[in-house]
């Protein structure tokens, strides 16, 4: 067989990350790998994310949980880079076994931090201040979580062990969180009451999942089960490499596995690249390849491009391969998958950018750090042929009309990888391999 597919089927540990804005159908590939995986692991990000797992005719919607939650016998572990907001998992889990779905292999990081209700009411106070400059944040309490985690006033979910302490160091906080909130934004803040009555019960329902998970993970490694880190945002969303501020607050790199789920750079294994077949964005901040107007709409409601978590229209654009080509870079992406290639058919004459012209004359090939560098450029696009088969059936790649396949060869020598997966719908049996 195939070197690319063997190591995708014959992996020990495989990651799955999003190569663009979020979004990118990392839901759908990590579902489609859990198929052949033992344990399925979230490392960073919290209930910002939305990964939408179509499995026959139903829909299931995920935040915090990990894609494997859908198989029955999978071991399923919150890592301790996530943030976890114990109301929204505990909700996750409810949703789920009212469809018949128990999470029984569930673990949670000891290490993880919580996501509490002063830090939604810090994330919604700090966007409206923001203004015009907001960020568009989900407004799940993501970043002043993980600020608070930096600043080291963070609550972790092993605190919960000790009802006693934990509500002291709760009552520390709010205290600190309420003379900001008061002082800083007018706003009359949050009670402990609200806190202990509502949040701290579904809090401590949590208890029987938690555990060191990066000595659990270890021993799966150990014993040779394999293992699928299922990343959440995207390299554009990197806190360090994505288009800083409009970021998310964690490291959405494969870099980010390690600290984020305790074991070492050796084995994370390879990197499975997700991408879109053209690229969307939520949330404000800079899409260099964004189009307006008709194409624009058309491409939303073939994707059906409207936010998992918020609900919000995605903004749409052609492929960006700047941006993939960052992403790869960064990840070691060799294999990707390329998702939501249905939804070019009909949209007619296609365009990838290829770099950035700077107003200046200068090429820009490489994805700039400062944005008012981007403002100042405009993309170079290579234009392809479009076609209007409907592919959503196609089983074989030698199916695909022979525009379908430059765009493909288009998309792999931009990005320096091999398109090895190809998603033509959002269901299991529309995913076919490429050798
Ligand atoms: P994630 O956050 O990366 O997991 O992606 P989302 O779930 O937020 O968004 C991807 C959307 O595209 C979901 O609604 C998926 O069901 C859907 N989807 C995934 N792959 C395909 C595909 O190949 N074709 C189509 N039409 N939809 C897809
Ligand atoms: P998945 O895992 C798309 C975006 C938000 C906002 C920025 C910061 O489904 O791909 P945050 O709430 O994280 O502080 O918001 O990041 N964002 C996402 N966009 N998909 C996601 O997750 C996202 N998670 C955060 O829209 O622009
Ligand atoms: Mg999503």
Redesign the pocket.
């Known amino acids: 067989m195939f070197k690319g597919v063997m190591l995708l089927l014959d992996f020990t540990a495989l990651s799955v990350v ?1 190569c663009q804005w ?7 590939v990590t579902d489609f790998l859990a198929a052949q995986s033992d344990v399925v692991v979230r490392y960073q990000g919290g209930p910002n ?6 499995v026959q005719n139903e ?1 299931f ?1 995920l935040h915090h949980l990990p894609c494997g939650v859908l198989y029955p016998g999978k071991i399923c572990i919150l890592g301790n880079g996530m943030v976890l907001d114990a109301l929204t998992l505990v909700a996750e889990l409810e949703g789920l076994k009212k469809r018949g779905i128990v999470a029984e292999k569930l673990f949670i990081s000891d290490r993880a931090h919580l996501i509490l209700p002063y830090h939604l009411r810090q994330d919604s106070l700090e966007e409206v201040k923001r203004g015009g400059g907001k960020i568009g944040t989900t407004l799940r309490g993501i970043g002043p979580a993980y600020e608070d985690k930096t600043t080291r006033r963070g609550i972790r979910v092993g605190e919960l062990r000790d009802e006693k302490r934990l509500k002291e160091k709760i009552a520390a906080v709010l205290e600190e969180k309420n003379e900001l909130f008061n002082k800083v934004y007018g706003d009359e803040g949050i009670t402990l009451q609200m806190i202990e009555a509502e949040y701290l019960p579904a809090a401590l329902s949590l208890l029987p999942y938690i555990t060191d998970t990066s000595y659990l993970l270890s021993s799966h490694l150990d014993r040779g089960d394999k293992v699928l880190f299922e990343g ?1 945002q995207g390299a554009m969303l990197d806190i360090d490499y994505g288009t800083y501020p409009y970021v998310t607050s964690s490291g959405t790199l494969a870099g980010n596995i390690c600290s984020g789920s305790g074991i070492p750079p050796g084995r994370v294994g390879a990197v499975l690249g ?1 991408g879109k077949s053209y690229t969307t964005r939520v949330g404000e901040g800079p899409f260099p390849t964004e189009i307006k107007g008709e194409t624009a709409v058309l491409i939303r409601n ?3 491009e409207f ?2 978590t918020t609900g919000r229209p995605r903004r749409i654009g052609w492929l960006d391969g700047v941006a993939l080509r960052h992403a790869c870079r960064l990840n070691g992406v060799q294999h990707m998958a390329l ?5 070019l058919s009909g949209v007619g004459k296609l365009k990838i950018a290829t770099a950035y012209r700077h107003r200046n004359g200068d090429l820009i090939e490489q994805f700039p750090a400062e944005l008012h560098i981007l403002e100042e450029t405009t993309p170079v696009y290579q234009e392809y042929a479009g076609w209007s088969d409907d592919l ?1 059936a196609v089983k074989n790649i030698h199916d695909l009309p022979q525009a379908a396949q430059n765009y493909i060869k288009g998309v792999e020598e931009i990005a320096g990888a091999h398109v090895s997966i190809l ?4 269901r299991r049996d ?1 995913t076919i391999w490429r050798l």
Do not use: I, M, N
Request: no cysteine; glycine share 24%.
């Open positions: 999003g979020g979004d990118e159908g990392k839901g759908k994310a939305g990964h939408t797992v179509v829909t919607k959440a997700v073939r994707g059906k936010g998992t998702t939501l290639f249905d939804v959503s998603s033509v719908g959002p529309q």
